[in-house]
């Protein structure tokens, strides 16, 4: 069981575009990829900082979580996506410490290039464990 360290971090923005020039012009990163995510109301654009990226999520709406004990965040930091060796080492641990899960399982996202587990932590900011294939 090893973290890591910081993979990226998700930040829920309210005008994509305008936050994709402030981001491109102003500060001069690059954006890598892009995806829209019609299933979810969702449009996810990443930008390159160094050797980590910022994750941009623009939410068409409020989504609530599978338990629909709370929402995602529609402006501010969404998630912080830690990578680790092994997503299924932790989960263990997290149900014992009581952690409420959005993901039951690990789940591939974008293709399968990588793995990803969501769940609460403090302050209504998800927590992402990050696996790479």
Do not use: C
């Not at 409420?100 to 464990?129: A, N, T, Y």
């Amino acid at each position: 069981m090893t973290m890591k360290g910081i993979n990226h971090v998700g930040i829920a923005v309210v005008d994509m575009d305008k936050t994709v020039s402030f981001y491109t012009e102003v500060l001069g990163l690059s954006m890598s990829r892009e995806y829209n995510i019609k299933a979810r109301n969702l449009r996810i654009v990443f930008l390159q900082v160094g050797n980590q990226e910022l994750e941009l999520l623009q939410y068409d709406y409020v989504e609530p979580s599978e338990k629909g004990q709370r929402a995602h965040k529609n402006q501010g930091i969404n998630h912080i996506a830690l990578e680790v060796d092994d997503i299924k080492s932790y989960i263990p641990k997290l149900k014992e410490q009581g952690v409420e899960f959005i993901d039951q399982e690990p789940r591939d996202v974008f293709g399968g290039p990588m793995k990803i587990l969501d769940f609460w932590g403090p302050d209504q900011v998800i927590i992402e464990l990050y696996q790479s294939k």
